[in-house]
Nanobody, 125 residues
Framework: QVQLVESGGGLVQAGGSLRLSCAAS????????MGWFRQAPGKEREFVAF????????YYADSVKGRFTISRDNAMNTVYLRMNNLQPEDTAVYYC??????????????????WGQGTQVTVSS
């Protein structure tokens, strides 16, 4: 089992920045794909970004490419999502997720086995 706890959400004005953190505990952290998803009110949960290990390959949704950066610190069992130039359409609950197989694509909810409880990000215009 893996436990994931997100933090770092909050209220920010458009153009501002936030950094989300996801602390993992339980099984070995370094073998997972770690991803971020988000869910706005009335919408489906959507992929935001993932990072693989080994290799630290990353991939982003088009809507956040160039603004968001995912990274991980295996020594701290933590994955981060740095969000710059936030816009009102980025308002959502952001979820951290972990996959226990490195061979999955990492782009859909079904690729992931463990989820955090979510952290709210609200961007005001």
């Amino acid at each position: 089992q893996v436990q994931l706890v997100e933090s770092g959400g909050g209220l920010v004005q458009a153009g501002g920045s936030l950094r989300l953190s996801c602390a993992a505990s339980g099984r070995s952290f370094s073998t997972y794909i770690m991803g971020w998803f988000r869910q706005a009110p009335g919408k489906e949960r959507e992929f935001v970004a993932f990072i693989r290990w080994p290799g630290a390959n990353t991939y982003y949704a088009d809507s956040v490419k160039g603004r968001f950066t995912i990274s991980r610190d295996n020594a701290m069992n933590t994955v981060y999502l740095r969000m710059n130039n936030l816009q009102p359409e980025d308002t959502a609950v952001y979820y951290c997720a972990a996959a226990n197989s490195p061979v999955r694509r990492g782009l859909t909810k079904s690729d992931y086995d463990y989820w955090g409880q979510g952290t709210q990000v609200t961007v005001s215009s």
